[in-house]
């Protein structure tokens, strides 16, 4: 037998430190060639390591978390061979040279890139019986959610991944043994205990936006209500002529009435370098688009905005909000946005105050619509009402401005032949 040790690989990029983000490992357990060890986390990706042998893991090189330099100590293991090995850092998809193999082991592939972490599941038969008291339950996000919303106490679920993760199929086979058998909670009982979950990878990152867009941006936010009444009738009729192209949400008008409104107000579809003092102006409008996922929030970009069609804008827009949530999503496709759109979806709001996704100067939020009574001057009339929220950078756009380019965006909105005029609206 001989110990070899796995190395952080190089991510490319020019990147020289990543993040800690998940383990699929610890020590003593058995691995196969190409089993996932863990994930780190760039600026911009998530990249998975996989083992480069067969054998049992001796020790790990990091803590979850833990910021290390590329070319540090990941593991090391324990695998058929005589005598303690190097392994060569695991490569990654942009390297283009095979890395050098120990005597007695071929490298695995490549480790994937993906815009989120991802659950490995451990072998079939590899059950773990429920945790000690007051032991933490390992699980994802989107596993505590989907368990908090059907009722099921996590702390009784066995969980089959690595480590004794509890992954989806584990709450498969929950569901499969019927109401009857499922854990349920305590009821009205008194509950007591806390858990400490440590922000890192994707939410560390998100934190680490959201403070130095807080700190750097005196933000300045402009409600104001919109009747879609009109944009809701084209919409309808759109959808009942679309034949096989994509259905229209309000998203698409949204994005077309917002390139027309910077075309307008240049000042908006801007970055501003505050440590240098400049203001960029883009001439391509590339929207991002606020995505919430299973592992926080994540921003693709719609480029060129301004030289789509509503469909081809539906079809672009959900297939990076599909990229996003399934950790397909490329660099490219989560970087260069100029201007940014959020919205709750269906849970809504009557108003938000969005963060403006730095360096950018503004960002539109798209709040609850609903059905209202308006005063049409005789009769009050039901109308399909929404508010828009949008916030600006109160160092480069002065208040009349912001207000000036709400008002834009509201007419263009509430009249949506003017969306796609060729004149000017």
């Known amino acids: 037998m001989g110990i070899s040790t796995i190395r952080i690989p190089d991510v490319g990029e020019g990147v020289a430190q990543v993040e800690l983000s998940e383990w699929f490992v610890k020590p003593g357990d058995a691995v196969r060639e190409d089993d996932i060890l863990a994930s780190v986390m760039t600026d911009k990706a998530t990249v998975e390591i996989p083992s480069l042998y067969t054998g049992t893991i001796v020790?790990?090189?990091?803590?979850?978390?833990?910021?290390?330099?590329?070319?540090?100590m990941?593991?090391?293991?324990?695998?058929?061979?005589?005598?303690?090995?190097?392994?060569?850092?695991?490569?990654?998809?942009e390297d283009t040279a095979e890395p050098a193999p120990a005597a007695d082991a071929t490298p695995a592939p490549a480790p994937k890139l993906s815009a989120a972490?991802?659950?490995?599941?451990?072998?079939?038969?590899?059950?773990?019986?429920?945790r000690a008291a007051g032991e933490a339950p390992l699980a994802?996000?989107?596993v505590r959610r989907r368990a908090r919303e059907?009722?099921?106490?996590?702390?009784?679920?066995?969980?089959?991944?690595?480590?004794?993760?509890?992954?989806?199929?584990?709450?498969?086979?929950?569901?499969?043994?019927?109401?009857?058998?499922?854990?349920?909670?305590?009821?009205?009982?008194?509950?007591?205990?806390?858990?400490?979950?440590?922000?890192?990878?994707?939410?560390?990152?998100?934190?680490d936006r959201m403070s130095l867009a807080?700190?750097?941006?005196?933000?300045?936010?402009?409600?104001?209500?919109?009747?879609?009444t009109a944009l809701e009738d084209l919409r309808a009729a759109m959808n009942a002529e679309r034949g096989d192209r994509a259905k229209l949400t309000m998203l698409p008008f949204v994005t077309a009435a917002l390139s027309r409104a910077v075309a307008r107000h240049p000042e908006m579809n801007a970055h501003f370098d505050d440590d240098a003092g400049i203001v960029t102006r883009h001439a391509a409008v590339h929207i991002g688009?606020?995505?919430?996922?299973?592992?926080?929030?994540?921003?693709?970009?719609?480029?060129?905005?301004?030289?789509?069609g509503p469909h081809a804008t539906a079809t672009e827009i959900g297939r990076?909000?599909?990229?996003?949530?399934?950790?397909?999503?490329?660099?490219?496709?989560?970087?260069?946005?100029?201007?940014?759109?959020?919205?709750?979806?269906?849970?809504?709001?009557?108003?938000?105050t969005p963060i403006i996704n730095h360096p950018e100067v503004a960002i539109l939020g798209i709040n609850k619509m609903a059905v209202r009574p308006q005063w049409d001057g005789q009769q009050f009339v039901p109308r399909k009402m929404m508010n828009i929220s949008a916030s600006f950078d109160h160092r480069v756009i002065d208040g009349w401005d912001a207000a000036s380019f709400v008002a834009l965006v509201k007419r263009l909105l509430e009249n949506p032949a003017l969306i796609f005029m060729e004149s000017e609206a």
């Open 140 to 142: 994802s996000p989107a």
């Open 289 to 308: 688009i606020a995505t919430m996922t299973d592992n926080g929030l994540i921003v693709p970009v719609l480029r060129h905005a301004e030289a789509l």
């Open 59 to 72: 020790s790990l090189g990091a803590e979850l978390g833990e910021v290390v330099a590329v070319g540090s």
């Open 117 to 130: 972490p991802s659950v490995a599941a451990a072998p079939a038969g590899d059950a773990r019986a429920p």
């Open 320 to 352: 990076l909000a599909e990229a996003a949530r399934n950790g397909s999503a490329k660099r490219e496709e989560l970087s260069g946005s100029t201007i940014t759109i959020t919205s709750l979806g269906p849970l809504g709001a009557i108003a938000t």
């Open 150 to 207: 059907a009722g099921i106490d996590l702390r009784q679920v066995r969980g089959t991944g690595r480590a004794g993760r509890i992954i989806q199929a584990d709450l498969d086979a929950v569901f499969a043994r019927g109401p009857g058998d499922a854990p349920a909670p305590s009821g009205r009982s008194r509950r007591t205990g806390t858990e400490d979950i440590r922000v890192i990878g994707l939410r560390r990152k998100i934190a």
């Open 214 to 228: 807080n700190a750097r941006i005196p933000h300045i936010t402009v409600i104001e209500e919109i009747d879609v």
């Open 74 to 93: 990941l593991v090391t293991i324990e695998h058929a061979g005589e005598g303690a090995t190097e392994a060569p850092a695991a490569e990654t998809a």
